[in-house]
């Protein structure tokens, strides 16, 4: 049987560890702006989160059980939003924008 991740995360090649600790603490602190559903990422959900981004720099994103796979769907929000992953656990994604 195949064992579930909790804690997904890859290595940024644009910033160094002291980046991500800082980051990855202010985290702590923000409510997910926006709730991914069933119908996953659209471009929609991908223009929402540019939006916010350029708002905030750092935003968290809650992926409802319904929507999928985590892993793809944070991997395709990364790639549709060009976005830098700081973090994901279980169901919550924390997206940077330099």
């Given at each position: 049987m195949r064992q579930k991740l909790?804690?997904?995360?890859?290595?940024?090649?644009?910033?160094?560890?002291?980046?991500l600790k800082e980051l990855r603490?202010?985290?702590?602190?923000l409510e997910p702006i926006l709730q991914i559903?069933?119908?996953?990422?659209?471009?929609?959900?991908?223009?929402e989160v540019l939006v916010q981004l350029k708002k905030r720099k750092l935003v968290k994103v809650k992926l409802l059980p319904a929507a999928g796979e985590r892993e793809r769907?944070?991997?395709d929000l990364v790639?549709?939003?060009?976005?830098?992953?700081?973090?994901?656990?279980g169901r919550i994604v924390v997206l940077y924008k330099r």
């Open positions: 909790k804690y997904f995360e890859f290595k940024s090649s644009l910033m160094d560890n002291k980046q603490a202010k985290s702590h602190t559903g069933k119908d996953g990422i659209t471009d929609g959900v991908a223009q769907l944070t991997l790639e549709k939003t060009q976005a830098e992953l700081v973090r994901q656990v």
